[in-house]
């Protein structure tokens, strides 16, 4: 009877301190959870999941969406894996396009306080008003003509 209760107390004791000790959740279930944020708009609790750099994509689809009253697309995400260097992961995933193919899609997590937060949206980067880039002055364009058909 005594072994029994040292037993059950142990087990108690290690399920206990297994939660206790749990960091959150892994970088596949975070991407999954961030990608549902975003898909659903829930554009704050994506946030909340996200580096500085990421929360500029995340503000930018906010705002992209403002009064988009339009219902919502829930992202498939196929083949999710990812690779742990330190405290980064890289997440490689496919998504659904338009034409029913499938587009291969990366994110960059930092773990950060112990919490893996989506760090970089591959593909996203912000455009500035000036799209120029030095040197780019230089550029020949086509000359007119008027011989082309529209």
């Keep these: 009877m005594r072994s029994v209760i040292f037993f059950c107390a142990v087990a108690i004791f290690l399920s206990l301190a297994n939660c206790r000790f749990d960091k959150g959740p892994a970088p596949d279930e975070v991407v999954r959870l961030w990608q549902d944020y975003i898909d659903r708009n829930q554009f704050d609790s994506a946030r909340q999941h ?7 994509y995340v503000d ?3 705002a992209l969406t403002q009064g988009d009253t339009s219902e919502t697309y829930q992202t498939q995400l196929y ?4 690779e742990i260097r330190g405290d980064s ?6 998504i659904e396009g ?3 193919e499938r587009i291969p899609d990366t994110l960059i997590l930092y773990k950060v306080k112990g919490h893996w937060l989506v760090h970089r949206v591959e593909g996203f980067t912000v455009i500035p008003v000036d799209t120029l880039q030095p040197g780019d002055e230089n550029i020949l364009f086509p000359v007119d003509s008027l011989e082309a058909e529209y």
């Design 50 to 56: 996200s580096t500085e750099l990421a929360r500029s």
């Design 60 to 62: 930018f689809l906010d």
């Design 79 to 82: 083949d999710l894996g990812y």
């Design 89 to 94: 992961a890289i997440c490689h995933f496919l």
């Design 98 to 100: 338009e034409m029913g």
